[in-house]
């Protein structure tokens, strides 16, 4: 931590990454503040200690009924794109390591009730590949990729020199995450969605709108790149995105491709709706009153959607995430309830 005009700031290699804090709107005192005062003022010792500290993260888990969680980074980036960006590769592949060997010791603390995701040296297939199979050795359940290696120097996603890395990760069994803002492009957007005259919350709120619909364009790449035909087991979860745009992007793609990308759709095994049953993930925490909601997950696929809390960020359920969609539940089949808050996440993470 260093000052950087005035303001306590995580500094790596000699870049400001952001504030001092855990990127969260719970205080110490477990009361939700407005995201402008939480996420621009306050520092580390004034954000709720379950944002950074596992033990009272489990205390939390605890009290809201959540028997296991998986998480991810916040100031780093969402994907790590802030290690991946440094200009220093061996530091950088050095202290992706070392984040990683921490995260594996909080899993193995917790008793396998935290699954902090694992990062990946995005800028080099290879160096992906050796770090998956090394993370898997150590117990990791997934891993958390940056949607676009591209911007560190890396082939995108859907070129084939990524191979490798989907058949590790499959033979593995390490789901692939993209998080909502996992690149230095997603969030270069992010800051470009809202018109400058709203207010800072409000601002806000539109961002947070829209970089779900963000994760829209990484569902479609990897769908369209034809890496689940290539490698039918890989599973890709798509990360605080929510699902209730899933069935229009899905519908939509299948009209475009088939209109404007015949020749490109003739390459595939089955349209491009269908992957999403057999490879991919969402999540749900917010969305649908109790008369729509068993529409969407019909759409979607109750074997595709877990459950989410996103504690500590400024959309989350706490503190009590269950209550919160219990109602909006309620309309649904046990079955279905069963498998969206616990049972598809048991299955896919090996609880």
């Given amino acids: 931590m260093e000052e950087v005009d005035g303001q306590k700031m995580w500094v790596f290699d000699g870049h400001p990454m952001g504030r001092f804090s855990a990127g969260g709107v719970v205080g110490r005192d477990g009361a939700k503040a407005s995201a402008d005062l939480a996420l621009h003022h306050w520092d580390h010792e004034e954000i709720h200690r379950g944002a950074w500290d596992p033990k009272v993260r489990l205390q939390v888990m605890d009290e809201s009924g959540i028997d296991a969680q998986v998480?991810?980074?916040?100031?780093?980036?969402?994907?790590?794109?802030?290690?991946?960006?440094?200009?220093?590769?061996?530091?950088?592949?050095?202290?992706?390591?070392?984040?990683?060997?921490?995260?594996?010791?909080?899993q193995e603390e917790s008793g396998n009730r935290l699954l902090p995701l694992p990062l990946m040296p995005a800028w080099d297939v290879g160096a992906c590949v050796a770090e998956a199979r090394r993370v898997g050795a150590l117990g990791a359940r997934?891993?958390?990729?940056?949607?676009?290696?591209?911007?560190?120097?890396?082939?995108?996603?859907?070129?084939?020199?990524?191979?490798?890395?989907?058949?590790?990760?499959?033979?593995?069994?390490?789901?692939?995450?993209?998080?909502?803002?996992?690149?230095?492009?997603?969030?270069?957007?992010?800051?470009?969605?809202?018109?400058?005259?709203?207010?800072?919350?409000?601002r806000l709120a539109l961002g947070g709108t829209l970089?779900?619909?963000?994760?829209a364009r990484v569902v479609a790449n990897v769908i369209v790149s034809g890496m689940f035909d290539r490698h039918p087991d890989l599973k890709i979860v798509s990360v605080e995105s929510g699902c209730g745009w899933v069935p229009f992007i899905l519908e939509a793609l299948d009209y475009e491709m088939t209109e404007n990308a015949p020749g490109d759709l003739a390459k595939l095994k089955k349209p491009p709706s269908e992957y999403f049953r057999s490879n991919l993930y969402a999540t749900y925490w917010f969305e649908s009153n109790r008369n729509r909601l068993p529409a969407l997950i019909e759409a979607v696929g109750e074997?595709?959607?877990?459950?989410?809390?996103?504690?500590?960020?400024?959309?989350?359920?706490?503190?009590n995430p269950l209550a919160a969609v219990e109602e909006k539940m309620a309309g649904l089949s046990e079955r279905a309830r069963t498998k969206i808050l616990g049972e598809n996440a048991r299955a896919l993470y090996r609880l």
């Fill in 142 to 202: 997934g891993i958390n990729m940056t949607s676009d290696p591209q911007d560190l120097g890396a082939p995108d996603l859907a070129d084939r020199a990524w191979d490798p890395f989907w058949e590790a990760c499959t033979e593995l069994r390490l789901p692939v995450h993209f998080h909502i803002g996992a690149s230095v492009t997603s969030m270069t957007f992010y800051g470009k969605y809202s018109w400058p005259s709203h207010p800072a919350d409000t």
């Fill in 211 to 215: 970089l779900f619909i963000g994760n």
């Fill in 303 to 319: 074997d595709s959607i877990m459950f989410e809390t996103d504690f500590p960020h400024p959309t989350c359920l706490y503190p």
């Fill in 71 to 106: 998480v991810f980074p916040s100031t780093i980036g969402l994907g790590g794109q802030g290690f991946n960006a440094a200009s220093d590769r061996d530091l950088a592949r050095r202290t992706i390591e070392l984040y990683n060997d921490r995260q594996a010791q909080i």
